[in-house]
């Protein structure tokens, strides 16, 4: 007989719920659970609940504090019942609606009620409609200020708060962000409140680009269970006037804040550098031998320094991981360097149309770009020759009027058949498929030696898991098999040296999109495409996930493992034969009719680009011979009619045939390079 639900209580004094039911069967447990789709779908959340029995019926407690812990903060979260006997899962069922009434707590973040959607029990944990509401505002090159009014009545003691500042990826993504800073406003009384922030505490962590748009939140810590939650500062129609004021810092050094209302209207700031002409170019010289510099610095900084950074590009943004740094002399009369054309961008750091932007470091001082004032012309410099590489290199003045370099490399060509290894994902294996839409001649430039698909780099670093036979799930092609039994044997390092292979192709598709599971005995999974549909998943014994729900804090951890990846796969393969596939999402594609449409979740695309821009420039930081395949400027797009289905992931037929032309180029080089 089924499990059937037939009756619901709810007690105020315990704030839990007791469900009753008639079951045939020897209950082992009884469990409220949820599985979450958020990109990919995450392991199944669960609580086991207390019950007792007698005979042929069960009752089991819901304890409110459980649910609204484990809900979802942003959606309505539909958690099911289940009986577990003999090892087996039965779903509590209901043959007809049974009696209940929404609960909505005071001072919760949710609201509850039982719904019964084909017949299955079913409570659903909505969020309340909270909203925050800026009444008063006030900001000083010191302090930001202001009142906000809660929709919703607080009693006193129930919720810590605090001011959050979240900085976006970019402008654009206004619904992600990235690093954040806290401020302490206390205990709450009424639903009303006051906070104040000296401006001073600002962290310079906030100051990633030029320009930052940062959103402000008040975010509710509940006192009673372990839950919190963020809500968006609106603006009263009574403040908007006031919102709009641009105030110079004194911390972090040379920035200043804007605030603005939003279009959706919320209290936002631009965050900027005010960097330029601090310092500036007062000479330039060249000639094939060396390079001449002098400066206007101001006379309070200290032991000046010229540095060099090469920008690696995220989305239309860019950072800096690779620099060069030359020493400055401070005379009486002047103040600069010379730099022998020998050191100047020395060692195998360069890429193709790279740039590199001057700047000048001091003690207690950002690094401050160089201006060059109109009194000083560069539009006449010329590409000189590079030092033993393959590269020329012009000194400009760039379009915010600093000192940069552009760089151009030259051209080579050769031809040779070379072995491949590929660790990664569709964008870097299927350039090397011999259906038409592919490579049909790829053979007789590569042989694919060895194939790590859809593997974190947390994953490699672990040692093999054996508390699953794979064999036991049917719903799984070959290859899909082979993929995650090979995530689940490890042994990355040890076959690739054994493939003998000439090049590692990389990409970090894996670590972009998704991310690692542990599990209790310690091993690290991917979570894969594959572990999802084969209900692997929710089989395995998991600890802890760590997905991008924080991807500033996804990086932080990926960063430890990546240089552990990276000092590993050193030992194996020279970073010069490593090929890093920067990889990208496409927000558009060809229909069906051969129309170009736009993905309805265009945003989420372009944050998980930008976040795949900021893993590979952390590897190429580390790895910097490596070589490099780019698309992102590239104008591909994905096709309706790609052979292994339409994707954001799968691209039109010319992205492979063109990216195979690329391999043969950068192999073809370094070949070249070995003969010379």
């Given at each position: 007989?089924?499990?059937?639900?037939?009756?619901?209580?709810?007690?105020?004094?315990?704030?839990?719920?007791?469900?009753?039911?008639?079951?045939?069967?020897?209950?082992?447990?009884?469990?409220?659970?949820?599985?979450?789709?958020?990109?990919?779908?995450?392991?199944?959340?669960?609580?086991?609940?207390?019950?007792?029995?007698?005979?042929?019926?069960?009752?089991?407690?819901?304890?409110?504090?459980?649910?609204?812990?484990?809900?979802?903060?942003?959606?309505?979260?539909?958690?099911?019942?289940?009986?577990?006997?003999?090892?087996?899962?039965?779903?509590?069922?209901?043959?007809?609606?049974?009696?209940?009434?929404?609960?909505?707590?005071?001072?919760?973040?949710?609201?509850?009620?039982?719904?019964?959607?084909?017949?299955?029990?079913?409570?659903?944990?909505?969020?309340?409609?909270?909203?925050?509401?800026?009444?008063?505002?006030?900001?000083?090159?010191?302090?930001?200020?202001?009142?906000?009014?809660?929709?919703?009545?607080?009693?006193?003691?129930?919720?810590?708060?605090?001011?959050?500042?979240?900085?976006?990826?970019?402008?654009?993504?206004?619904?992600?962000?990235?690093?954040?800073?806290?401020?302490?406003?206390?205990?709450?009384?009424?639903?009303?409140?006051?906070?104040?922030?000296?401006?001073?505490?600002?962290?310079?962590?906030?100051?990633?680009?030029?320009?930052?748009?940062?959103?402000?939140?008040?975010?509710?810590?509940?006192?009673?269970?372990?839950?919190?939650?963020?809500?968006?500062?609106?603006?009263?129609?009574?403040?908007?006037?006031?919102?709009?004021?641009?105030?110079?810092?004194?911390?972090?050094?040379?920035?200043?804040i804007t605030t603005y209302v939003t279009g959706s209207n919320r209290l936002s700031f631009y965050f900027r550098k005010n960097y330029q002409e601090i310092v500036s170019l007062t000479a330039f010289q060249e000639d094939d031998n060396k390079i001449d510099l002098q400066f206007s610095i101001p006379k309070s900084f200290t032991d000046s320094k010229l540095v060099i950074k090469r920008r690696d590009y995220k989305a239309a943004l860019f950072e800096y991981y690779i620099e060069q740094v030359y020493p400055i002399k401070k005379g009486l009369m002047k103040t600069g360097t010379t730099i022998s054309r020998q050191e100047f961008l020395s060692g195998n750091v360069n890429k193709e149309n790279a740039i590199w932007d001057f700047f000048i470091r001091s003690n207690d001082q950002p690094d401050l770009p160089i201006f060059i004032p109109d009194t000083i012309d560069l539009s006449k410099n010329k590409f000189h020759k590079v030092d033993n590489h393959p590269f020329l290199a012009r000194i400009i003045k760039n379009g915010a009027k600093n000192l940069s370099i552009n760089t151009n490399p030259a051209p080579e060509s050769n031809a040779n058949t070379l072995k491949i290894a590929v660790m990664g994902s569709c964008f870097s294996r299927n350039a090397f498929n011999s259906k038409?839409?592919?490579?049909?001649?790829?053979?007789?430039?590569?042989?694919?030696?060895?194939?790590?698909?859809?593997?974190?780099?947390?994953?490699?670093?672990?040692?093999?898991?054996?508390?699953?036979?794979?064999?036991?799930?049917?719903?799984?092609?070959?290859?899909?098999?082979?993929?995650?039994?090979?995530?689940?044997?490890?042994?990355?390092?040890?076959?690739?040296?054994?493939?003998?292979?000439?090049?590692?192709?990389?990409?970090?598709?894996?670590?972009?999109?998704?991310?690692?599971?542990?599990?209790?005995?310690?091993?690290?999974?991917?979570?894969?495409?594959?572990?999802?549909?084969?209900?692997?998943?929710?089989?395995?014994?998991?600890?802890?996930?760590?997905?991008?729900?924080?991807?500033?804090?996804?990086?932080?951890?990926?960063?430890?493992?990546?240089?552990?990846?990276?000092?590993?796969?050193?030992?194996?393969?020279?970073?010069?034969?490593?090929?890093?596939?920067?990889?990208?999402?496409?927000?558009?594609?060809?229909?069906?009719?051969?129309?170009?449409?736009?993905?309805?979740?265009?945003?989420?695309?372009?944050?998980?680009?930008?976040?795949?821009?900021?893993?590979?420039?952390?590897?190429?930081?580390?790895?910097?011979?490596?070589?490099?395949?780019?698309?992102?400027?590239?104008?591909?797009?994905?096709?309706?009619?790609?052979?292994?289905?339409?994707?954001?992931?799968?691209?039109?037929?010319?992205?492979?045939?063109?990216?195979?032309?690329?391999?043969?180029?950068?192999?073809?080089?370094?070949?070249?390079?070995?003969?010379?």
């Amino acid at each position: 007989m089924k499990p059937y639900l037939t009756n619901i209580e709810f007690h105020q004094e315990t704030q839990t719920w007791t469900i009753s039911g008639t079951c045939s069967l020897k209950i082992d447990e009884i469990q409220a659970h949820y599985t979450e789709m958020f990109e990919f779908l995450r392991p199944e959340k669960k609580v086991n609940l207390s019950f007792e029995t007698n005979g042929n019926t069960f009752t089991a407690t819901i304890p409110m504090s459980e649910i609204a812990e484990n809900s979802i903060t942003s959606n309505k979260t539909p958690w099911n019942f289940r009986i577990v006997s003999g090892g087996k899962k039965y779903p509590l069922e209901s043959d007809g609606p049974v009696t209940n009434k929404e609960i909505a707590p005071k001072n919760a973040f949710y609201q509850y009620l039982f719904e019964f959607p084909e017949g299955l029990v079913t409570l659903f944990s909505k969020p309340k409609d909270i909203t925050a509401t800026l009444t008063d505002f006030a900001i000083t090159p010191d302090t930001l200020s202001g009142a906000i009014k809660l929709n919703i009545p607080i009693e006193p003691d129930t919720y810590r708060a605090e001011l959050v500042i979240k900085r976006r990826p970019y402008s654009a993504l206004y619904l992600f962000h990235e690093q954040e800073e806290a401020f302490p406003i206390g205990t709450l009384k009424t639903d009303s409140l006051n906070f104040q922030v000296k401006l001073q505490a600002l962290s310079s962590n906030l100051l990633v680009d030029s320009n930052n748009v940062v959103d402000t939140f008040i975010r509710l810590n509940s006192l009673s269970i372990n839950k919190q939650h963020d809500f968006f500062l609106n603006i009263d129609t009574s403040i908007k006037n006031i919102i709009p004021r641009e105030v110079e810092l004194s911390q972090p050094k040379h920035s200043k804040i804007t605030t603005y209302v939003t279009g959706s209207n919320r209290l936002s700031f631009y965050f900027r550098k005010n960097y330029q002409e601090i310092v500036s170019l007062t000479a330039f010289q060249e000639d094939d031998n060396k390079i001449d510099l002098q400066f206007s610095i101001p006379k309070s900084f200290t032991d000046s320094k010229l540095v060099i950074k090469r920008r690696d590009y995220k989305a239309a943004l860019f950072e800096y991981y690779i620099e060069q740094v030359y020493p400055i002399k401070k005379g009486l009369m002047k103040t600069g360097t010379t730099i022998s054309r020998q050191e100047f961008l020395s060692g195998n750091v360069n890429k193709e149309n790279a740039i590199w932007d001057f700047f000048i470091r001091s003690n207690d001082q950002p690094d401050l770009p160089i201006f060059i004032p109109d009194t000083i012309d560069l539009s006449k410099n010329k590409f000189h020759k590079v030092d033993n590489h393959p590269f020329l290199a012009r000194i400009i003045k760039n379009g915010a009027k600093n000192l940069s370099i552009n760089t151009n490399p030259a051209p080579e060509s050769n031809a040779n058949t070379l072995k491949i290894a590929v660790m990664g994902s569709c964008f870097s294996r299927n350039a090397f498929n011999s259906k038409p839409f592919f490579n049909p001649d790829y053979k007789r430039f590569f042989e694919v030696t060895f194939t790590q698909s859809h593997t974190s780099l947390f994953s490699v670093l672990s040692k093999p898991y054996t508390g699953v036979n794979i064999d036991d799930y049917g719903n799984m092609t070959d290859n899909e098999r082979r993929t995650l039994q090979a995530d689940f044997d490890k042994g990355f390092f040890e076959k690739l040296e054994n493939s003998n292979s000439d090049y590692l192709l990389l990409d970090l598709y894996a670590d972009v999109l998704r991310g690692p599971i542990w599990l209790e005995s310690g091993e690290i999974l991917s979570l894969s495409y594959i572990s999802e549909q084969s209900g692997i998943l929710n089989d395995l014994p998991i600890k802890r996930l760590l997905d991008h729900s924080n991807n500033d804090a996804f990086f932080q951890e990926w960063t430890s493992y990546a240089d552990k990846f990276i000092e590993k796969l050193l030992t194996v393969m020279p970073a010069e034969r490593i090929i890093l596939n920067k990889g990208g999402f496409t927000t558009k594609y060809y229909d069906k009719n051969g129309a170009i449409q736009e993905y309805k979740i265009k945003m989420r695309i372009e944050r998980n680009n930008y976040f795949w821009d900021r893993l590979n420039n952390y590897f190429l930081s580390k790895v910097p011979t490596a070589q490099v395949i780019d698309f992102t400027k590239k104008p591909y797009i994905g096709d309706y009619y790609y052979p292994f289905g339409h994707s954001f992931s799968h691209y039109e037929s010319g992205y492979y045939k063109d990216f195979m032309r690329e391999m043969i180029y950068i192999t073809e080089r370094e070949k070249r390079k070995l003969d010379n």
